[in-house]
């Protein structure tokens, strides 16, 4: 009886919503800057890390001068590792994002590129830090996450 029930509660876990993203209505609405002030996973499943992210391209690591070009790299590097692990973006609860020099600019330009990713709402929560210079020079922003895939 006591593995028929934890059966049947498994199965209900499953079939809920895994993800929660939430933005309450007393709070600005963040959506337009790309990113959810909050996320949580409510079921069984495997977190999965993935470190700081540059827009360094290819094995070579080969750095753009250009603050798009590495911010294209970057959130691509990003769906690279989130493929290793058949998920998508949408499966991101946290980003957190470096930037060198940030302004006004740059938010513009990361504004652009995440939308281009995440296609499909809702935004991860998400964390972003000015800075003055990241691991290796020339890196102009890198980006860390945090995503979760639901066991079957």
């Not at 079939?15 to 069984?44: C, I, M, R, W």
């Amino acid at each position: 009886m006591k593995h028929l029930l934890f059966t049947l509660f498994s199965l209900c876990a499953f079939t809920t919503k895994a993800q929660t993203f939430k933005n309450p209505e007393s709070l600005f609405d963040p959506t337009p800057y790309g990113f959810s002030h909050a996320s949580s996973v409510s079921t069984s499943g495997e977190l999965v890390y993935i470190s700081g992210q540059s827009g360094g391209l290819g094995k070579e690591h080969t750095l753009s001068n250009s603050f798009r070009e590495q911010t294209k790299v970057a959130l691509q590097n990003i769906v690279t590792v989130l493929d290793s692990y058949n998920l998508k973006p949408e499966n991101i609860m946290k980003i957190t994002i470096l930037i060198v020099d940030h302004s006004p600019e740059k938010l513009k330009i990361w504004n652009e590129e995440i939308r281009k990713v995440w296609q499909n709402k809702p935004f991860p929560a998400s964390t972003l830090i000015p800075v003055p210079k990241l691991a290796i020079d020339g890196m102009l922003i890198e980006v860390d996450a945090i995503a979760f895939k639901a066991t079957k």
